[in-house]
């Protein structure tokens, strides 16, 4: 049995391999392109190879080439690969011999690989991300513009239907009036092209057996649903929402002491787009869930708003967990009382077990 550990780069990869007994039997720099070089390289491997890799520049399509082969990829932590072996000597020769070793001494702190096709689904939302982020960019400017040459408006939404008839109305010198046009333009193709991708992530939630759970929690429509299930995978790969709330960087950090216990702001590690999809829905759900605005309300009073709205994120994690999990839709504690199959029993806010048949 070998172990490959690959330190990668845009166009090559070093790699070293390690046999059973951890002796280095082979280093070698493998380009990119063409793409055989690197197919070819390692087709002289038995099936039960295990290559490491990080989750850098390019890891994706060559994690799939080498899946292709057989072989079992697996993905290293990057960030607790150097804390356990970061040294003075820093190559990428050294870099690759570390992960083949790590893995072969069980020490290996991995992270998840996601299948091929869940990769694929994530890409969708992340395409709209990015084209969102660039309408935002392209608003700011028309803004800046309008504060530079003095032009003021009491719109609340300038980009709205009136808004629009007000910009497309003013009277601007060249280069201004040609270079707002121009924004506009981009604006909604934007729009356009943003819209045909919500309308692929809302007929995919409609179809996907556990998505289509998630829009009934209050705060949560289809896009966030979309976000959720592509970002968590396989939810069973969490053996408690706990461990989900750690992965999306939703638990406070903690330092000990002997018997002294401080527990500070959000670790902030994990998956940046699930901990922001839960905070914009926390923000949602404090507005149309009455429980949970009481809730939310006494938690701002002591500690601020800040501190609510991520508690509330963070309750949202167990009920998103409950609903995958238990595969059903979201039940409000007003809903189960009323079908009066509840006990009396108190009832932590918006966690409620399904209905009795």
Request: charged share 25%.
């Given at each position: 049995m070998f172990y490959v550990g690959m330190d990668i780069h845009k166009r090559f990869s070093q790699v070293a391999v390690v046999d059973e007994s951890g002796e280095v039997v082979d280093q070698h720099r493998l380009n990119h392109t063409p793409r055989e070089e690197l197919t070819d390289y390692f087709k002289q491997f038995p099936k039960d190879t295990q290559v490491i890799m990080e989750p850098t520049c390019g890891w994706s399509w060559l994690s799939d080439d080498i899946s292709d082969l057989g072989l079992e990829v697996i993905l290293a932590h990057p960030l607790k690969v150097r804390l356990i072996a970061e040294s003075q000597i820093k190559t990428d020769k050294v870099d690759a011999v570390v992960l083949a070793q790590l893995q072969r001494t069980s020490f290996l702190p991995q992270a998840y690989l996601a299948p091929k096709e869940i990769r694929k689904?994530?890409?969708l939302f992340r395409c709209r991300c990015g084209l969102v982020r660039l309408r935002t960019i392209l608003k700011l400017q028309i803004?800046?513009?309008?504060?530079?040459?003095?032009?003021?408006?009491?719109?609340?939404?300038?980009?709205?239907?009136?808004?629009?008839?007000?910009?497309?109305?003013?009277?601007?010198?060249?280069?201004?009036?040609?270079?707002?046009?121009?924004?506009?333009?981009?604006?909604?193709?934007?729009?356009?092209?943003?819209r045909q991708i919500e309308k692929q992530i809302q007929k995919r939630v409609s179809q996907d057996p556990q998505a289509k759970h998630l829009p009934t929690i209050p705060g949560v429509g289809a896009i966030l649903a979309y976000l959720f299930t592509t970002e968590i995978g396989?939810?069973?790969?969490?053996?408690?929402?706990?461990?989900?709330?750690s992965y999306c960087g939703?638990?406070?950090?903690?330092?000990?002491?002997?018997?002294?216990?401080?527990?500070?702001?959000?670790?902030k590690t994990g998956n940046t787009l699930l901990?922001?999809?839960?905070?914009?829905?926390?923000?949602?759900?404090?507005?149309?869930?009455?429980?949970l605005k009481v809730w939310a309300e006494k938690i701002r009073r002591k500690k601020g708003s800040?501190?609510?709205?991520?508690a509330v994120a963070r309750k949202l994690v167990g009920i998103v967990?409950?609903?995958?999990?238990?595969?059903?839709?979201?039940?409000?504690?007003?809903?189960?009382?009323?079908?009066?199959?509840?006990?009396?029993?108190?009832?932590?806010?918006?966690?409620?077990?399904?209905v009795a048949g």
């Open positions: 689904l994530r890409d803004h800046a513009l309008l504060i530079r040459l003095g032009i003021f408006h009491s719109f609340s939404d300038l980009f709205g239907k009136t808004g629009r008839a007000f910009l497309e109305g003013l009277e601007l010198e060249s280069p201004y009036k040609e270079n707002l046009g121009r924004q506009l333009r981009v604006i909604d193709l934007l729009y356009k092209e943003i396989e939810i069973t790969r969490f053996s408690s929402a706990k461990k989900l709330a939703l638990v406070p950090s903690v330092k000990q002491s002997g018997g002294f216990v401080h527990y500070g702001h959000l670790t901990r922001w999809g839960f905070i914009e829905a926390a923000q949602v759900a404090i507005r149309f869930n009455p429980e800040g501190v609510a709205i991520c967990y409950q609903l995958l999990t238990q595969e059903r839709d979201y039940i409000s504690r007003k809903d189960v009382t009323q079908a009066n199959s509840w006990s009396s029993r108190p009832v932590h806010p918006l966690v409620v077990p399904p």
